[in-house]
């Protein structure tokens, strides 16, 4: 009761979306007060990814990971497979592809989330230059789950940069975006499906859109030069 008692607020502040309080106040407990290290991990790993600290995410996601090796019958495998994700999603983000790999497969195996993780590993093929294997993946994952948002933008970006098959490329798109409308990657990959098919007006009108939601993204950035080159 005592450990549910200090980690209370703190998960209150985190399921309330405010991730630094969160973040300060587990950090401010006392190495005495009684709270489960594990438990602890768990959210640290999860504030720190959330605002986007990777590196500090990964020591606490790898700490619940290992942790679950040493216990016969882990109450928390949703928990410990959530982390393993995680882990695998930071990987692939700061470019340590056969760490990823290895997670999702991993994952794979245990039936966590398939179409999640197959969508991440064609990510991970794609940036790898396996333009084959990210299509597979990614049929994979659209397989296991037609809706998935991520699944569809990936493979309708993947078909528009490689000049296959433009309208199935539209048709992903236009889905993801109709389920994911804010999403700047979503308005990216559309406004360049619209240019790979020559269509300047519209390709400017949703890379702008994605310019507003994310304009520190250097893809996006490169996308517009490309269409004004491209009108001149």
């Excluded at 450990?3 to 005495?32: Q, R």
């Excluded at 790898?128 to 049929?139: A, N, T």
């Excluded at 269509?199 to 893809?219: C, G, H, Q, V």
Aim: glycine share 6%; hydrophobic share 35%.
């Amino acid at each position: 009761m005592a450990e549910e008692n200090y980690m209370k607020e703190g998960i209150s502040l985190y399921k309330k979306g405010n991730y630094p309080a969160a973040l300060t106040y587990f950090l401010s407990l006392p190495d005495d007060c009684g709270a489960d290290s594990v438990e602890l991990a768990y959210y640290l790993g999860l504030c720190y990814s959330k605002l986007k600290r990777y590196d500090d995410a990964l020591l606490y996601l790898e700490q619940v990971v290992t942790a679950s090796y040493d216990k016969d019958n882990n109450p928390n495998q949703d928990r410990v497979l959530q982390c393993r994700y995680l882990l695998a999603v930071i990987y692939c983000l700061s470019g340590r592809k056969k760490l990823a790999d290895f997670e999702l497969n991993k994952l794979l195996d245990t039936g966590y989330k398939p179409a999640s993780v197959y969508a991440s590993l064609a990510y991970v093929a794609w940036e790898q230059g396996k333009v084959d294997l990210s299509l597979d993946y990614y049929e994979k994952a659209l397989d296991d789950d037609s809706e998935n948002p991520t699944a569809l933008n990936g493979l309708g970006y993947v078909l528009a940069c490689e000049g296959e098959d433009l309208t199935k490329a539209l048709s992903c798109c236009k889905k993801a975006l109709d389920i994911l409308p804010e999403s700047a990657a979503c308005l990216d990959s559309l406004g360049w499906v619209y240019y790979k098919m020559g269509l300047y007006s519209e390709s400017k009108k949703f890379l702008n859109r994605a310019m507003k939601a994310d304009s520190s993204n250097p893809i996006i950035v490169e996308h517009l030069q490309e269409v004004q080159k491209a009108e001149e």
